[in-house]
């Protein structure tokens, strides 16, 4: 009767085939350990031609030592030629990365230009501040229009400067005017067209 993948045994490290799992499993088995050793290190090597592109990382003859000491669920006991990953550090669940929950004024803008908006509104006034406080502005008016492409007022943009700020950078809409955005026009498909013209 055959026997179905979905019938056998699951595989620890599928990328490597039943083969060779059935290989370590045997290897396990041997009772003489040096015999066990060479068994392992050919192993190795079939490991090694089967994923050339591990051969690639610095530290590729200790991922396929590590791997075969996994496939044999931390069984085989050989004179290993490197330190192998050890059964509990790789079952350990890291500790949770605590991340710091911000408000956002708007989210389309996000938190770094907030940041950019209350760090220029500190510079001294003169040209860098001008400048910053420009770039910034351009900034936002062409975040504002990914969102929006209807069009974006100079004047929205200006006023959410101003409130980001807390008042420090005050800019006159009606005499500061900001670049306008227009959407990239799409890139139609030209090959149809070729096609009857060389009919």
């Not at 994923?51 to 069984?75: A, C, G, N």
Request: proline share 4%.
């Amino acid at each position: 009767m055959t026997e179905y993948n979905t019938q056998l045994k699951q595989l620890i490290l599928p990328e490597y085939g039943r083969n060779v799992q059935q290989m370590v499993d045997y290897c396990c088995s041997i009772e003489d350990r040096e015999e066990r050793t060479r068994c392992a290190y050919s192993i190795i090597k079939t490991m090694e031609t089967m994923t050339p592109q591990v051969k690639s990382s610095i530290d590729y003859e200790q991922k396929l030592w590590d791997h075969l000491v996994i496939m044999s669920d931390f069984k085989l006991d050989i004179d290993y030629p490197v330190q192998i990953v050890n059964k509990d550090n790789l079952l350990s669940i890291p500790e949770p990365i605590e991340y710091k929950l911000e408000q956002i004024k708007g989210r389309h803008y996000g938190k770094i230009i907030e940041k950019m908006v209350e760090r220029a509104a500190e510079y001294p006034d003169g040209e860098e501040k001008d400048a910053l406080v420009s770039l910034i502005a351009h900034h936002m008016k062409k975040l504002m229009f990914a969102i929006s492409k209807e069009g974006v007022e100079d004047e929205k943009i200006l006023k959410d400067l101003y409130r980001y700020s807390h008042g420090k950078i005050n800019l006159d809409p009606s005499t500061y005017k900001l670049r306008v955005f227009k959407e990239a026009p799409s890139i139609q498909n030209n090959t149809s067209k070729k096609k009857k013209k060389n009919k």
